[in-house]
């Protein structure tokens, strides 16, 4: 009985460690979401911004017909 109840033991301790580790991992992903949205929303208002600065300095072209129309 000893041997069984041994190796019920260890499965316990490995199950316990297993879901602390799972645990653990979640914790992380979920902080490491955090940090991936809010540079997702800089990026956003970073790439308006160049949008922006990008139409304010680009000379107006006029449209004409080439010479030879």
Sequence with gaps: MTADTDR?????ILV???EKTIEE??????EQWTVIEAMRRKL???TDRFLV??????PDIPVTKPPHW
């Design 16 to 18: 316990t460690e297993q």
């Design 53 to 58: 600065l990008e139409e304010q300095t680009t």
């Design 25 to 30: 991992l979640s914790v992380q992903i979920a």
């Design 44 to 46: 956003d208002a970073l």
């Design 8 to 12: 019920v033991t260890s499965l316990e």
